[in-house]
Structures are given as C-alpha cells and as structure tokens.
C-alpha cells in the first residue's frame, strides 16, 4: 500500500493561511493527540464552518454527561459501520480501542457490533443507535423504553440519538468529498493494555 497525502476531494487551504485561533487549535491537536485529524484539515476549505464543526464535537462527544467517552465513541462507530464510512470507521475504531484498551472490541464495532461481547446497556445502545441509522421509523416509544430497561436516563436517550445524528451527518460529508483517514489511525492501539 501506497501512502496517500489525500485529505478530500476539493481544495484544502495551506494552514498557515487560517486564522491564527484555527492555527493554534491545530497546534494543540497535534499536541495532544501526536497528529491533526484529516476531518479537521478537510473542514478547514470552510474555516466558518471549523468552528462550528469544533464546537458540536467538542460538546457531543467531549463534554461531561451520562454517557462515557468510550460510549459515545462506540456510538460512532457502529453509526459508520451501517453507513460504510471509511474516515469514521478508522478514526473512531481507533478511538474504541485507545479508550477501551481492545484492540478486539475495536475490530467487532467496525465489522459487525453484533459479534461483540457487549454488557446489555451497550447492546440496547448499539441497537438503537443502528435502527436510527438504518431504518429511523423504528424509533417510537417502545425503542427508548428498551434504553430505560437498560438503565439510560432520558438525558442519556437525548445523548445517544445526539451522538448518532451527528455521525450520520458527518458520515455523509465524509462520503461526499471523498475524505480520508489518517494513515497513521491504522497501527494505533493495535495490542491490549495491560491489565
């Protein structure tokens, strides 16, 4: 395989072109996380729009609720599985096997979350978030009663088909322009942490 400088399909901007809180930002994605996430370079054609796609992230899928990150990365995951996205799939199955310290579990949400041993209250999650994702009619009184049963609160439902909205539509602006994961996603956190 090829090494592919790729982001998307259309134009990305050279960086130091942005504004200088974007420039800073990515500083410190590259910083924190030891490379600057390809999504964030591919928004970065429409720096208005950065910020804004920032911002939403920043509160799905990083601030304190009832879900764990770990939760809502899985979320992303198996919302990618059914949708086939490729950036999503890598980036986010990374993210599964950084947080959960499986590399196993990781490789299960990206090819078929079925497959996994998962607690109750993640197969009702899963569950859920797949029927909003493939077949939202299914989503009716008796879909968030069976999140309750698994002991999500109501603010936890709000959270779960948060995280899922958001995935299908960045999964869709992932398919539209073609967008490519960061190669180095792939041989991240490939072997179990220690226990």
């Known amino acids: 395989m090829t090494k592919s400088e790729k982001i998307h399909a259309l134009p990305v901007p050279d960086e130091a072109t942005l504004d200088p809180d974007l420039q800073k930002y990515f500083a410190i994605c590259r910083e924190k996380l030891g490379l600057l996430p390809n999504v964030l370079k591919a928004y970065s054609f429409r720096p208005a729009r950065l910020r804004k796609f920032i911002d939403s992230y920043n509160e799905i899928m990083l601030s304190e609720g009832p879900l764990s990150k770990l939760e809502r990365e899985m979320i992303a995951v198996t919302v990618s599985c059914r949708n086939r996205c490729l950036y999503c799939l890598v980036a986010h199955g990374q993210a599964v096997r950084a947080l959960s310290g499986d590399p196993v579990l990781g490789e299960m949400l990206v090819m078929n979350y079925r497959m996994a041993e998962l607690s109750d209250r993640h197969r009702a999650m899963l569950d859920f978030v797949w029927d909003l ?47 490519m994961p960061n190669e180095a996603y792939h041989g991240m956190n490939r072997t179990p942490k220690d226990g």
């Not at 698994?150 to 299908?168: H, L, Q, V």
């Open 133 to 179: 994702t493939d077949d939202p009619e299914k989503i009716n009184e008796a879909a968030r009663q069976s999140l309750r049963d698994a002991g999500f609160s109501d603010e936890g439902i709000w959270d779960i088909a948060e995280t899922a909205a958001f995935f299908n539509y960045t999964n869709r602006m992932a398919h539209a322009v073609e967008m």
